[in-house]
């Protein structure tokens, strides 16, 4: 019958962790660096596929002129 009682609830412990080698300044550069690196990753277009796509299109177009 302890489950009805008034104020008798279970509440979570707090908990305070401070890890001993933790050197803020060093997560920070480290975040900085990772969102640099993925920001030029985006920017970056392999001009490859841009070449690609054209010389396709064009052998089809040139398929389709002599077919037709």
Partial sequence: MGIFM???RARHRRFSYEPRFYDPKKDQDLR???RIKSLSR???RNPAG???FVILLAMA???Y???G
């Fill in 61 to 63: 177009l040139f398929v």
């Fill in 32 to 34: 900085h660096r990772m």
């Fill in 6 to 8: 008034p104020g008798s």
């Fill in 50 to 52: 841009i070449i690609l």
């Fill in 65 to 67: 002129l002599q077919l």
């Fill in 42 to 44: 985006r920017k970056r």
